[in-house]
């Protein structure tokens, strides 16, 4: 894991996981051709940005991302207000189907060995990253979508979270950092989705839980927000 201070310049922060420099451009900090050796607190004191806050947002974003063996090509080509649908039809219904089940998996395997202790975090570790998504799902579908689907259509939607997509963006690139963290310590928790072979159903749901919010969070971070971040780019001018 990179070690990030206010004087960490943007090219060693470019040598980290991916999602650190997504961060900078979601906030409007940092684009293409900019200096990659100004340091994060010069570039928070020429934009007057809170260092601290920034360095909040890069820590959440800086875990290692795993990348799903999926063709991201016809993303890149999909019209917006199509992917965008993609992307609630098929991941947001699914985690609504997932969630409940899961909670419900977990929390009889904790109860059927009370004295396993990785099945007791991994129920509350599934209950937190529940939530989490939970409120998730709503920020995107009350708030972000509704914003590029008016880009796509030439108009300006004004939502609770503004008009400008970066907010947001940089929002949900921090919750799907944290999402990441959350995967890996599932896995830690039952061995690779191995362990203990009592729950095959248990261990079933979250493989499949696993791949799917994967590349959930794929599409979005490397198709979707930047083609959404490119469409206001493009209205501005």
Not at 187 to 200: F, V
Request: glycine content about 6%.
């Amino acid at each position: 894991m990179l070690t990030l201070t206010a004087r960490t310049t943007i090219q060693e922060l470019q040598q980290g996981p991916a999602a650190l420099t997504q961060v900078l451009r979601s906030a409007g900090l940092y684009r293409d051709g900019d200096d990659p050796a100004i340091t994060i607190g010069q570039m928070c004191w020429n934009w007057g940005f809170n260092p601290g806050i920034l360095l909040m947002m890069l820590q959440s974003a800086n875990v290692p991302t795993e990348v799903p063996p999926l063709d991201i090509s016809p993303f890149l080509r999909m019209p917006l207000p199509e992917f965008v649908t993609h992307i609630e039809e098929v991941y947001h219904a699914g985690l609504r189907v997932q969630l409940p089940r899961l909670r419900t998996l977990t929390t009889e395997a904790a109860a059927l060995s009370p004295g396993d202790e990785r099945l007791v975090e991994l129920r509350d570790e599934l209950a937190q990253l529940a939530a989490e998504l939970d409120a998730h799902l709503v920020h995107e579908e009350e708030a972000l979508f509704p914003m590029i689907r008016g880009l796509a259509a030439g108009t300006l939607v004004a939502t609770r979270c503004g008009s400008a997509v970066g907010g947001p963006i940089a929002c949900m690139e921090n919750d799907h950092a944290t999402a990441e963290r959350a995967l890996r310590r599932l896995r830690q928790l039952t061995d690779d989705y191995r362990a203990p072979a009592s729950a095959g159903r248990l261990l079933e749901c979250l493989r499949e839980f696993d791949r799917d919010l994967r590349e959930h969070m794929y599409k979005e971070n490397e198709a979707l927000f930047p083609r959404a971040l490119e469409a206001q780019r493009d209205a501005r001018q």
